[in-house]
């Protein structure tokens, strides 16, 4: 048994298959991303969020009446339960705003009267989770700031809502567009190491709210979600290309790692980066603010020429939503408010075809020996 377990270790679980699954795979070969079957970065240009959303959920792109129904119920489930908003208010301004999430998910799992969680039961919460979670965090965030919540405009997308309660405007219809790409980019990425948690914890047949806590606690990790954020404050450190390039080579030197850049799975390049470039690009150009995307650019030519490596779907998002006004600290949860669908998805075909997830150790600690009293230690 030990021998089997030894032959079948590989650090870091790569390259291991953990189970089957209909949502979504990779193709690091040609970077093909598919949710359903369906390109990802295909949709980032063409499909709205609402749409992605019930794909992942219900496994096939709504129909319009399906679509009506997906907008307006994340219309509807949007307003926050009084005892959260009471639970928000207590979280102090200093918190990390990925805390304030899993907190709430935490919270609506606490006082969710639900004690069955049927498989419509846990669709119906998935997308109650979805709507509140922008609403939970940027409640808090204003809340901590001692400013008032801004007006939605119903009428906007998932992506424009956001984008609204952030910076109390409505956005421009270019920004909004950028916002709902990243969105459906980060929507969901097969068996990552967040997905991963949230559907072990879904296996032992505990409940969603649960499973999604698993989530956000994983994703929280610099070398997971929050390499967005460290991104960002890699390009803010320096003032211009030659600057970057000069301050890269010397981080490269201490042999330190470049956050958002390489994966686990792509090894050539990430085709939801490649997107996210573009959008940058011309979201730069048009505030006439060139500045960020060029830095970025000369390290994404440093990292690769000194490297091999390649920006991941984190580098250029971040630049996304420095220019579309977002605080730094709200990037790890932006990629909670897409990747819940994708959680979601994934928990709902873990209990449609459930199996225990409990893998084995290979133990490397000292036969067996006496236990010794603690009077003869
Ligand atoms: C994503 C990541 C965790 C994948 O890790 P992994 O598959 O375990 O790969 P490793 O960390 O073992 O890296 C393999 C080699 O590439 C190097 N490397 C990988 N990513 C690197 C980076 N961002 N900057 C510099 N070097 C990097 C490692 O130092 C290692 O070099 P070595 O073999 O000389 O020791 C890793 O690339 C990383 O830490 N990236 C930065 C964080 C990030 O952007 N995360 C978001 C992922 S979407």
């Not at 979504?24 to 240009?45: F, H, K, Q, V, W």
Request: glycine content about 6%.
């Amino acid at each position: 048994m030990t021998t089997m377990v030894a032959e079948q270790f590989s650090k870091g679980l790569e390259d291991v298959v953990a189970g089957t699954t209909t949502i979504c795979t990779i193709n690091p070969e040609n970077e093909n991303l598919l949710y359903r079957g369906y390109s990802a970065t295909d949709m980032a240009e063409k499909a709205n969020f609402e749409e992605i959303i019930h794909l992942l959920i219900e496994g096939r792109l709504p129909k319009k009446r399906e679509l009506k129904r997906v907008t307006k119920l994340l219309v509807q489930e949007r307003k926050l339960q009084k005892l959260l908003i009471k639970i928000l208010k207590q979280i102090p301004p200093s918190a990390n705003p990925m805390d304030v999430l899993r907190t709430s998910v935490s919270f609506m799992g606490a006082i969710d009267q639900n004690r069955q969680f049927s498989i419509e039961d846990t669709k119906q919460i998935a997308y109650s989770l979805i709507a509140k979670l922008p609403f939970a965090l940027m409640t808090w965030f204003h809340l901590s700031k001692n400013q008032p919540l801004p007006k939605v405009t119903k009428t906007l997308s998932f992506a424009g809502r956001f984008l609204q309660l952030v910076t109390g405007n409505e956005p421009d219809p270019f920004e909004e567009r950028v916002m709902n790409a990243s969105l459906i980019l980060y929507a969901e990425h097969e068996f990552n190491a967040s997905t991963f948690c949230a559907r072990v914890t879904a296996s032992t047949l505990s409940d969603i709210y649960s499973a999604i806590t698993s989530g956000i606690c994983a994703l929280k990790g610099p070398l997971h979600g929050g390499a967005n954020e460290a991104a960002m404050e890699l390009i803010l450190k320096f003032s211009s290309p030659s600057d970057a390039e000069k301050g890269i080579m010397d981080i490269l030197n201490r042999k330190e790692k470049i956050m958002g850049f390489g994966h686990r799975v792509y090894k050539k390049s990430d085709g939801r980066s490649q997107v996210m470039k573009k959008y940058v690009q011309e979201l730069s150009s048009r505030k006439g603010n060139t500045k960020y995307f060029d830095i970025a650019e000369k390290i994404e030519k440093i990292v690769r020429e000194q490297k091999g490596l390649f920006p991941n779907a984190d580098f250029y998002s971040a630049v996304a939503y420095y220019l579309l006004g977002i605080p730094i600290p709200l990037y790890t949860p932006i990629f909670v408010l897409s990747r819940t669908s994708g959680w979601s998805a994934h928990i709902l075909e873990q209990l449609s075809d459930n199996r225990l997830i409990r893998p084995r150790g290979l133990y490397q600690g000292p036969p067996q020996k006496e236990f010794v009293p603690i009077d003869r230690r």
